[in-house]
């Protein structure tokens, strides 16, 4: 299994301005995802990064208005730019891992709120 | 383009009794990975259970299982003996075989437990 942490787990923006999302794993994992779940909504996968590599983005999301940092093999950032209203989400991150059996585990996510 | 639908929004049960939950999908490839995540108040995503496609064999984990109907394309969870804390929304979620990663979720069944 793997035990996921998001920072921060909550926080309020006012609209223009960035946020940097952490999220941190406690043990190695080649690919980590980023998810973002629209208020009452669903969860729709914005990226997969990769350690070593760029992210790989999903249609209707960019790297301009979420760049995503993998540095090393626990760790990866989503910053959500220029925020409007609209970024008023849960964003969670998740890991993969490999083995006999795959299974996938999600963050606690981080709930963003613009104003 | 591979879909989920889940067509319950909302279901109700009460404790101790028996509750299955729908789920369809739509997908041209063989080889993939069916899930049902629980998302409680709290909003951390929680793996319920997993199934192959390639695997015959219903998944059952304790009081959870899954009936997996291939040919149809379905995929419901059946909740046994219901406890309060199973209440939450719970997600159904489909993964190509290559990466589980790249989940693409269903818009998800509330499910209340009443005591």
């Known amino acids: 299994s793997a035990v996921i942490s998001q920072k921060p787990s909550r926080d309020i923006c006012q609209r223009g301005t960035s946020l940097t999302i952490q999220c941190q794993v406690d043990s190695q994992v080649t690919m980590m995802f980023w998810y973002r779940q629209q208020p009452g909504q669903s969860l729709t996968l914005i990226a997969t990064a990769n350690q070593g590599s760029e992210a790989t983005y999903e249609s209707g999301f960019v790297i301009d208005k979420f760049p995503i940092s993998r540095p090393n093999l626990t760790f990866s950032t989503l910053t959500v730019s220029n925020m409007s209203p609209e970024d008023s989400s849960i964003y969670l991150c998740s890991v993969e891992t490999s083995g006999a059996s795959y299974e996938q585990y999600f963050g606690p996510g981080t709930r963003l709120t613009v104003t | 383009a591979q879909t989920v639908t889940q067509s319950q929004p909302e279901m109700s049960v009460q404790e101790a009794e028996t509750v299955t939950l729908s789920c369809t999908y739509d997908?041209?490839?063989?080889?993939?990975?069916l899930f049902w995540y629980k998302q409680p108040p709290s909003r951390q995503m929680i793996l319920v259970i997993r199934q192959e496609a390639y695997k015959q064999q219903n998944a059952t984990e304790n009081r959870f299982s899954v009936n997996f109907q291939k040919a149809a394309k379905s995929f419901s969870l059946k909740i046994s003996d219901s406890q309060l804390g199973d209440a939450a929304m719970y997600f159904c979620a489909y993964a190509p075989g290559e990466s589980q990663g790249n989940l693409i979720f269903g818009k998800g069944t509330k499910l209340s437990v009443k005591p």
């Open positions: 997908t041209s490839e063989s080889d993939y990975y």
